[in-house]
């Protein structure tokens, strides 16, 4: 009776067609389930109820399949998929939902950078990775001190996270903090744009960055033997130079893996001159030991970040060398059950530990000292599909000892503590989607020897998607958004030289509040994909800095006060078929923000900006020319100086050889081709420091598998 009210899928995953892949990913989206496929390439997916299911293959590095298919009561069907190298394809996220989807589908707009394009990257901190990304900027006091900041939110609004888990650092307090990451490591980073607060935090009001390892989907199936990759690169310019590899090795249910690497980079150079103390060094290692059974699963593992940037200095014989040591220690800790009941598929549980501490160092003396120690949990109940409902709810928090010794020890040691319940369940109708979800956060902190502060919110939304034609959609999204006021806007109360600021917090704060609409019109088929996005937040309540107009330690006197705010822009992506190896690409992002009265522009809002390029790909070679175009930025904060428009050209180019079980990539990146002198409107430094002139950075990456 059982075998007559289900069916089963089963098929092949090959490469290009001919070879097949073993250990190959088949997920089936609406179930949340996955088969690895075998030594022929086979899979199968046994007692499915009758439904229509969009079907995934993957295998790091080839891009994906995604197929659509409909399983009937009694009847098994042979769904073949093939993966391959090709110039488009279609992207995975996790982080959009909490589970893997096709990011064409997600609710919210997500940019994805998977493995073979963060390699062309080589950079120390990511806000230099993610820069110009559609809607995504980068905010920085140089090369070692870049965060990113989406559609215009920046700081302790955004919210940058490794594996799911926050990284613990502290590079949303202060324009010379920066969020170490090497890109080469990683499989791939998502970029979630408007507001995440439901599945994260209240301080995703802005978006959320996931910086993704192969750890994050491990427990899905044990891979058996060997796979990994090596990396090396080096560059002109700023004297670039660096590799990394790691592997994974798979036996029985146990799964072993590591890795390493590190980079160096000297002084930059641009059209005026070499930016004096703008270098960098950075070195990473990680190793982890996990098991995957049937049923349970659970890993341990341990990653350490050591690294060292400079502070750029504008060049006259008495300006200070500052270089800022960093060392970040993470200790992490998975596990879970699969198939928990009938209703519920999974459990899982994370909890991870981080130790950041980093000195700023002068002339060999350490003068600052900023600790910041972080216990982090979460936990997820995903439940079955039954009939149109599918969803997931859990618990998650953290417990943090924030400290900082030396001049700029502008705020008091602080603990703070974070617990959350949350909830998001989807719809799916024959001609229509809906998503609703909701977060109850309280946060609670402890200053020395300052008054207690406890904040207690509550974060929804809701969301709908429709076909409109065959390949597009249109989705809308209403969000409600909660955030407790950051630490140092509380408890602020000296000079903070990283932001050019003697900064005076105010205990009074009270919760930030965030209205938000977003929609999207978004187009894929095999000839043209493409999405339109419109956005506008109204923020309650808004906390920024203001200048008093004072001078205080040879520093802009400014206190944090509340106002209301407005952020509205939009981003325009499309990519277009010219031929099946030759596409045309296109994109536009805007932002304004202002406070609501008296209507002054907030600072460091990113220009109007476009992009237009073209990939082509013959055999295993890919070319990529590209133009970025940036408008002038007049529309400015009082304080701030006006930034000129410019024209960015730049180049990469890899060549491709794929065998069964190795693929060697080789590649180039040659950027400011034209040695054009700019500016980032939204550099600390960006008065006496411009970005980055001509040069070139070469690659080999060798992958087995």
Excluded: C
């Excluded at 400079?310 to 040591?325: K, S, T, W, Y």
Aim: charged share 20%; aromatic share 10%.
């Amino acid at each position: 009776m059982w075998a007559q009210s289900t069916g089963v899928l089963r098929g092949k995953v090959t490469l290009a067609g001919r070879e097949p892949i073993p250990d190959a990913r088949v997920r089936l989206v609406q179930l949340n389930r996955t088969a690895a496929t075998d030594a022929e390439g086979n899979y199968e997916f046994p007692g499915l109820p009758p439904g229509v299911y969009d079907v995934i293959a993957l295998q790091h590095p080839f891009t994906e399949d995604h197929k659509r298919v409909e399983v009937k009561a009694g009847a098994t069907v042979v769904l073949d998929l093939a993966l391959q190298l090709a110039p488009m394809h279609q992207h995975i996220t996790v982080t959009a939902s909490g589970r893997e989807q096709n990011a064409a589908e997600a609710f919210q707009t997500v940019t994805t950078l998977e493995s073979m394009e963060l390699t062309a990257k080589s950079a120390p901190s990511l806000g230099e990775v993610l820069n110009n990304q559609p809607g995504v900027a980068e905010r920085s006091s140089g090369p070692g001190t870049s965060r990113p900041v989406i559609r215009g939110f920046d700081g302790d609004r955004v919210l940058i996270l490794q594996d799911s888990m926050p990284t613990g650092t502290l590079s949303y307090q202060s324009g010379d903090h920066g969020e170490p990451i090497d890109a080469t490591s990683l499989e791939r980073i998502e970029v979630v744009r408007g507001p995440a607060t439901l599945l994260y935090g209240s301080n995703a009001i802005g978006g959320v960055v996931n910086a993704i390892t192969s750890e994050e989907h491990i427990h899905e199936h044990p891979r058996e033997g060997w796979q990994g990759h090596i990396n090396a690169f080096g560059g002109s310019n700023n004297s670039l130079g660096g590799g990394s590899g790691a592997f994974e090795y798979g036996f029985g249910h146990w799964l072993l893996w590591g890795g390493g690497g590190g980079q160096r980079t000297g002084d930059y150079q641009t059209p005026l001159g070499a930016v004096r103390n703008s270098h960098t060094r950075m070195e990473q290692s990680s190793a982890g030991l996990g098991y995957f059974g049937e049923k349970y699963f659970g890993s341990l593992a341990y990653g350490l970040y050591d690294g060292l940037y400079g502070v750029p200095v504008a060049g006259g014989l008495n300006e200070e060398i500052v270089d800022l040591q960093f060392r970040r220690h993470s200790l992490s800790l998975t596990g879970g059950i699969k198939n928990l009941s009938p209703s519920l598929e999974s459990l899982t549980l994370r909890l991870s530990y981080t130790d950041w501490h980093h000195y700023e160092v002068a002339d060999s003396v350490t003068q600052n000292r900023f600790y910041n120690k972080q216990l982090s949990y979460r936990g997820v109940i995903a439940q079955r599909k039954r009939g149109p409902w599918l969803g997931s709810f859990g618990v998650m928090g953290n417990y943090r000892d924030y400290k900082a010794v030396g001049e700029e020890a502008f705020a008091p040691p602080v603990t703070q503590n974070v617990f959350a319940a949350f909830g998001l369940e989807e719809f799916t109708f024959r001609r229509f989607r809906m998503q609703f979800g909701g977060r109850v956060e309280n946060t609670r902190y402890d200053p020395a020897g300052l008054s207690r502060r406890a904040f207690t919110g509550f974060s929804g939304a809701a969301g709908f998607q429709a076909p409109l034609w065959e390949g597009g959609s249109f989705v809308a999204n209403y969000t409600h958004s909660y955030r407790a006021p950051g630490l140092e806007e509380l408890y602020a109360d000296g000079p903070h030289a990283g932001n050019l600021t003697f900064e005076i917090g105010s205990i009074d704060l009270v919760r930030e509040k965030s209205e938000g609409l977003d929609l999207a019109l978004r187009h894929h088929s095999s000839r043209v994909r493409g999405d339109l996005n419109f956005f506008h937040y109204w923020l309650s309540d808004y906390v920024f800095l203001a200048p008093t107009g004072l001078i205080r330690e040879n520093l802009i006197e400014a206190r944090y006060s509340q106002g209301n705010a407005r952020y509205r822009g939009g981003e325009a992506n499309i990519d277009i078929a010219l031929r099946p190896s030759l596409w045309l690409n296109l994109g536009a992002d805007m932002v304004r923000a202002n406070l609501a009265r008296p209507g002054t522009p907030l600072p460091r809002i990113p220009p109007v900006r476009g992009r237009v390029g073209f990939q082509a790909h013959w055999k295993g070679l890919t070319l990529r020319p590209g133009v970025l175009i940036a408008g002038r930025q007049s529309h400015i904060f009082p304080t701030e100086t006006p930034t000129a428009g410019y024209g960015v050209f730049n180049l990469d180019a890899s060549y491709v050889v794929t065998r069964r079980h190795t693929m060697h990539i080789f590649g180039v990146d040659a950027f400011n081709l034209s040695d054009r002198l700019y500016r980032n409107h939204l550099s600390f430094i960006k008065d006496f420091a411009p970005e980055i002139g001509r040069g070139v950075r070469f690659r080999y990456t060798i992958e087995f598998f």
